[in-house]
RNA sequence: GGGCCUGUGGCGGAAUUGGCAGACGCAGGGGACUUAAAAUCCCCCGAGGAUAAUACCUCAUGAGGGUUCGAGUCCCUCCGGGCCCACCA
């Protein structure tokens, strides 16, 4: 061996033996722990912390590159709290139930949770590796039996609720039946006192906050499941390329959109990124406007919502939904004018279609006319009704009053029938399209009213008015949200804690009986079938039983009942709707969270939540709808789960692509002279940005990154690569960088080639050093909170690069500085800060501070601009007033040159940053 | 079709929120050390012009216009890229 190599550098070999010593002491004296109110030791006179990662999804893969990125910028804000003197709550778990899991068990014949619980420890020892400060202690899966239990209990609260209009909250449902019999509240379209028991126990059971309602659902027999909108494509479903039918199935739902105007109008107070915000509310889509009943000969008049009620005059026909309760009317006695066969013909297929299909993206729109007219309310006008399936059943009546000339569907579908399009709103600007726009009402004039000459928000008044007035239509506002579909055909999800009787009627399970434990099937193989069949149904021996033996209430159905259990199962977002709760008291037994537990740690929700854009809508909405019932029934502290969420960029990679767009796998092209060539064609191919995928040869695995450079490098690699909420392409070769930045840290306190501390850490400070340290405390801990690492550790990088020049350091200059890297890269931290002499753990060590003093220079230099362009810079003392700082810009003698045979106009200064003088 | 975000060197990105554009890192070039290489350290590194050289000048933050003493940042128009929603009446 040459006598010159550094036998002592901090190199991947010295990083892995130093991080993986640390990982295990941590992990011996249970470092990363945090009591709960009450515990021996606990200080709840400390602020906390709650820091939450959106949990991952167990996948056999394991973990890339990319799932880290949010989960390092959540530790390195948790260790910082920590060690500001905050309790952090920061935890981890796994949302363990889900398709994919099932997937693999039908072609492997292995059960779900094997393979599933395989998965987890993957990737809880990948996780591990890069050093996260994770309270394992409080770890937790959605398929464990004693997590599930709560989702099964709280899912009974749900069903043993109402929502309270007259307080919009959730309520138990007892004080629905008291105030129906005290008649202290009224029943909806009927009388109370006059129903049967059964019909009774009906109207309770359609209040119900979970209940069970009819939906039509895509139902793909090959695949023995039911499917989301997103997953048929024309009428096959995407994975298989198998028929889907629609099938309407009696199945659970849950009543979200009772809580529709809380869910947006609380969006208010949340600390989230405005996108999402503005998401959630367009998915919750409300809108004002009106109902208007149409009058028609022989039927029951047909109900129509419309934003536009200011348009009624253009109304020159109205459509239906094909599954509009008319339709079937028709059926039964055809009018003369109706070709019933074509009718027939085309609801058939428009029912078979999802609504995802019926968007196609043809402008054509097709219909048949009902053979049916209407009544135009306003202008007394019979209008053709048609019924097409652009008129989705599930929003509004299912009807719409269609206006021609001011709606562009309304327009396409009048140009394909040839029906009359009548102008009734007067553009402010002349345009050539279809106008939806606000404007003036014309055309618009009847012996019954008239709104001619008002501007849209008057004409819409009006008319409301008088619609109201003469019981034709009311106000109304609407809501795109529809009830939440909670039942799913699969196995791998949470059972239902709930019975059925022989005649349908339905009996909640216990709490004592609970969890209901998901039985093992021997085959997971979909059965095929014409109608959804849940796989559970094949459980025998489970699926029937008593209900003494199920354990429902004996005073509500006796003991010996024969029952059948519900056989669906829930849909994988269920376990995502809590388990933030969970983690305060993750072992608590006797309850779904400790009241005191949850109180301090959620007391105003988490304190930060950081997680990937895709769920800005529904794992988030679903969680709020949870927590706002638990809130309402008086089971958690705080009305909204998620105070500030914050979204992490998508992690992408490079990608190469031919000439003719079509992509190349990264390991098929080499790097020649600045120029990318596909190593088989000797073509010239573009770098491009696109997702990690197996396909493309681009996913990076975190292991072998640490493998070569160490966990505290991938770390910072991904914190440096960008702005945190950016996508950012992952760039191997930048590596070095920031692995370079670690070795001279390493070498401010080693010598390479002695393997001792610098014997110079003792000397004299030197005063540039210990002004660039308090320069760099400040910025890193005024970027840390608002998760601008990139340029936190660039100011880290700049300290150590002129301590490095300098030569003189201190220890405790280098302790210091050691601390401000601890968050970041907590393992080298760590062996430093032991290394010069301090006991103990620097996770629990505390954050340095600054003297402001020491950030501001004696002297500054300013530029002096003439016109807005620098000319010249002068040096003055920081605290120079205005005049002694215009002195010397006027007396610069570059600046006095240019000024010979100029006018000084005016000298602007503005303090400590420039100075501009305005002449001609 | 609608909404949101975004556009700065060869690349990833800075810019105290209207005040010296390009921090920091990568890549590249040059030098020191070395027999040599690696490692390390030092210097250069937006484009163009000018000069023996330094000083210096001009242009430049997708394009065009505007507001301002001063614009990457604010306003208007246009053009690219990305994400989300989408026959929701």
Redesign the pocket.
């Known amino acids: 061996m040459?006598g010159?190599?550094?036998t002592h550098?901090y190199c991947a070999e010295v990083a892995n033996e130093l991080e993986t010593r640390w990982q295990s002491n941590w992990a011996q004296d249970n470092l990363n722990t945090i009591g709960n109110p009450g515990d021996d030791g606990f200080d709840t006179s400390k602020p906390k912390f709650y820091c939450l990662d959106m949990f991952p999804y167990p996948s056999g893969a394991g973990l890339h590159v990319g799932h880290p990125v949010g989960y390092i910028g959540s530790d390195i804000i948790s260790r910082f709290k920590r060690m500001q003197g905050f309790n952090v709550l920061h935890p981890m778990g796994w949302d363990a139930f889900g398709l994919p899991a099932e997937q693999y068990a039908i072609e492997t014949g292995v059960h779900p949770a094997t393979t599933t619980r395989t998965a987890i420890d993957t990737f809880r020892g990948q996780l591990q590796r890069i050093g996260f400060s994770y309270d394992w202690s409080r770890e937790f899966a959605t398929i464990d039996p004693e997590y599930y239990k709560w989702t099964q209990w709280i899912w009974l609260k749900a069903y043993g609720s109402w929502f309270d209009p007259s307080t919009k909250q959730a309520s138990p449902i007892n004080t629905l039946i008291d105030g129906l019999n005290t008649g202290e509240i009224t029943a909806d379209d009927c009388d109370w006192q006059l129903m049967t028991a059964s019909e009774k126990t009906t109207y309770v059971n359609d209040h119900r906050l979970a209940y069970l309602g009819e939906q039509v659902v895509n139902w793909c027999p090959k695949l023995g499941t039911v499917l989301a909108n997103?997953e048929v494509i024309d009428g096959l479903s995407e994975r298989g390329g198998f028929p889907v039918l629609r099938r309407p199935l009696r199945q659970w739902m849950f009543r979200i959109t009772a809580f529709a105007d809380r869910l947006l109008e609380d969006l208010d107070g949340l600390d989230w990124p405005?996108?999402t915000l503005?998401?959630q509310a367009?998915?919750i889509?409300r809108?004002e406007?009106a109902d208007i009943d149409f009058n028609l000969q022989n039927h029951e008049p047909i109900r129509?919502?419309?934003?536009?009620p200011d348009t009624l005059f253009g109304v020159t026909f109205i459509v239906l939904?094909p599954e509009h309760p008319l339709v079937d009317e028709l059926f039964a006695s055809p009018p003369e004018n109706c070709n019933s066969e074509a009718l027939a013909a085309y609801v058939t297929e428009a029912k078979n279609r999802a609504?995802?299909d019926?968007?196609?993206?043809s402008?054509e729109?097709?219909g048949v006319f009902s053979g049916l007219f209407a009544t135009n309310p306003a202008t007394g006008k019979q209008i053709p009704i048609w019924i097409?399936?652009?008129?989705?059943?599930?929003?509004?009546?299912?009807?719409?009053?269609?206006?021609p000339a001011h709606?562009?569907?309304?327009h396409?579908f009048a140009k394909a029938h040839d029906i009359e399009i009548i102008e009734v709103v007067k553009p402010d600007k002349k345009t050539d399209d279809c106008f939806s726009g606000n404007g003036t009402a014309v055309n618009s004039s009847s012996d019954q009213v008239s709104i001619d000459g008002l501007r849209t928000k008057e004409a819409k008044q009006k008319i409301i008015d008088w619609l109201e007035e003469n019981s034709i239509g009311i106000t109304k506002v609407?809501f795109?949200l529809r009830d939440w579909l909670f039942s799913r055909q699969r196995y791998w999800g949470e059972p239902f804690p709930i019975v059925f009787d022989s005649e349908g009627n339905h009996y909640p399970i216990g709490e004592a009986s609970l969890p209901v434990v998901l039985p093992d099937l021997d085959d997971y193989t979909p059965a095929e079938s014409e109608d959804p069949t849940p796989l559970l149904g094949r459980a025998t021996a489970w699926l029937h039983t008593t209900a003494g033996e199920a354990g429902v209430d004996p005073s509500i159905l006796s003991p010996d009942t024969l029952v059948t259990r519900e056989a669906n199962t829930m849909p994988g977002w269920a376990g995502s709707c809590w388990y933030e709760i969970r983690y305060c008291s993750p072992n608590c037994t006797e309850r779904f969270v400790d009241k005191a537990s949850e109180q301090y740690w959620m007391g105003n929700g988490t304190d930060l939540y950081i997680g990937g854009?895709?769920h800005?809508?529904l794992h988030l909405l679903y969680a709020r709808f949870w927590h706002k019932m638990l809130f309402d029934l008086g089971e958690v502290s705080c009305n909204e789960p998620f105070q500030k969420l914050f979204h992490q960029g998508?992690l992408t990679s490079f990608a190469f692509q031919r000439a003719n767009k079509s992509l190349v796998p990264s390991n098929k092209v080499e790097e020649q002279n600045?120029k990318f060539i596909e190593t088989e064609t000797g073509e010239e191919v573009e770098r491009v940005?696109a997702?990690m995928s197996k396909s493309l040869k681009n996913v990076v695995n975190p292991d072998d990154v640490i493998a070569e450079y160490g966990a505290d490098t991938l770390r910072l690699y991904e914190m440096?690569?960008?702005?945190l909420e950016?996508?950012?392409?992952w760039?191997t070769?930048?590596i070095?960088?920031?692995y370079?930045?670690l070795?001279?840290v390493w070498?401010l306190c080693i010598d390479e080639n002695s393997g001792d501390m610098h014997a110079s850490l003792q000397d004299a400070q030197d005063d540039l050093v210990e002004r660039a340290l308090h320069a760099t405390i400040a910025k890193v801990t005024d970027d840390i909170p608002n998760l601008?690492y990139?340029?936190a550790?660039?100011?880290m990088?700049?300290f150590v690069?002129t301590a490095?020049?300098s030569s003189k350091l201190t220890a405790n200059q280098l302790d210091r500085f050691v601390r401000l890297l601890a968050p970041f890269a907590p393992h080298i931290a760590q062996e430093i800060y032991t290394k010069i002499g301090n006991n103990g753990y620097i996770t629990v060590a505390s954050w340095p501070t600054f003297d402001s003093a020491l950030l501001v220079e004696d002297e500054l230099?300013?530029?002096v601009?003439i016109?807005?362009?620098?000319?010249g810079?002068v040096t003055v003392p920081a605290d120079a007033s205005d005049e002694i700082v215009k002195k010397a810009a006027l007396e610069d003698s570059?600046i006095s040159a240019l000024l010979e045979n100029l006018t000084i106009r005016?000298v602007?200064i503005?303090p400590n940053?420039?100075i501009?003088i305005?002449a001609n």
Do not use: C
């Open positions: 040459l010159t190599t550094p550098k997103e405005h996108s503005r998401m367009e998915w889509g809108s406007g129509v919502y419309t934003t536009r939904a609504d995802v019926r968007m196609a993206d402008k729109k097709s097409a399936d652009y008129v989705l059943m599930g929003y509004g009546h299912g009807a719409i009053m269609a206006v709606d562009q569907r309304d396409d609407n795109r854009a895709e800005a809508v998508l600045d940005i997702k440096y690569m960008g702005p950016a996508s950012a392409p760039n070769r930048d070095v960088g920031v370079r930045f070795q001279r070498r601008s990139n340029t550790i660039a100011s990088i700049e690069n490095t020049s230099e300013l530029p601009q016109m807005g362009k620098v000319r810079r570059n005016k602007i503005v940053k420039i501009n305005v």
